[in-house]
């Protein structure tokens, strides 16, 4: 079975920290994204990633990084956490193959910065 | 951006009844899928229309397409109590790379 897995289900962060939420698939999919989940805004996409090292920012890039430096893993970073970076964060993969695949998601960190 | 919004926001239905879930989006697309979440945790893909596509089926599932209205909708059909769950239509483009853009969703309640 594919899996996709995230590093925390629940995470507590004070604002101001780095924050660091890791993901790992693996089924060598080429592809892997972060979303972040607001109630109402439905996912928004933060960044991509189509192959080691590469990233593309998404639509709600600010205040994020992201690296990719093994094909399987895909860390989204919070440089400095604000309390309006408070969100259930998804993490998804896809094989890569082109255009029309399905994602593969992680079960989620809810991520609360106070 | 936010492409697809799904009408309607929530639905409630007894079980046995069918849902009917309906997306719209506004530029075009090489294809259409529709999610599922249950309570707070991870999407799992459902179906997916492509663009040349006008009805797709899957089980209790029935999608349609009808790229001239930029509209989709997703049926279930004899609803049970377990499809309770949120819904959500999501939209790749017809160029660049395989980038979904999700909809807010339609929360959905089955009542035994």
């Known amino acids: 079975d594919v899996k996709v897995t995230q590093s925390s289900r629940y995470l507590v962060k004070r604002t101001g920290e780095k924050v660091f939420l890791e993901c790992v698939q693996d089924?060598?999919?080429?592809?892997m994204f972060w979303y972040r989940q607001d109630p109402g805004l439905g996912l928004r996409l933060i960044y991509f990633?189509?192959?080691?090292?590469?990233?593309e920012k998404g639509d709600i890039p600010e205040g994020y990084s992201v690296s990719r430096e093994k094909k399987e893993r895909f860390s989204l970073i919070l440089e400095s956490a604000s309390t309006n970076q408070t969100s259930m964060y998804l993490c998804?993969?896809?094989?890569?193959?082109?255009?029309?695949?399905?994602?593969?998601f992680g079960s989620g960190t809810q991520l609360s910065v106070l | 951006s936010q492409q697809g919004e799904e009408d309607p926001q929530a639905l409630s239905i007894q079980e046995g009844e069918n849902a009917t879930m309906n997306c719209s989006y506004k530029?075009?697309?090489?294809?259409l899928q529709w999610y599922r979440q249950n309570s707070g945790r991870g999407l799992v893909h459902l179906i997916l229309?492509?663009?040349?596509?006008r009805e797709k089926h899957s089980g209790r599932l029935r999608v349609t397409l009808d790229t001239s209205k930029k509209s989709s909708s997703l049926l279930i059909t004899a609803s049970r109590a377990a499809d309770t769950a949120s819904y959500f239509c999501?939209?790749?483009?017809?160029?660049?790379?395989?980038?979904?853009?999700f909809g807010a969703g339609t929360r959905l309640a089955v009542h035994p």
């Open positions: 998804a993969s896809s094989p890569g193959g082109g255009l029309g695949e399905k994602l593969f």
């Open positions: 089924m060598d999919h080429e592809n």
């Open positions: 990633s189509y192959d080691v090292k590469m990233k």
């Open positions: 530029t075009s697309i090489n294809n």
């Open positions: 229309i492509r663009s040349n596509e």
């Open positions: 999501a939209t790749g483009p017809s160029g660049g790379y395989n980038k979904l853009i």
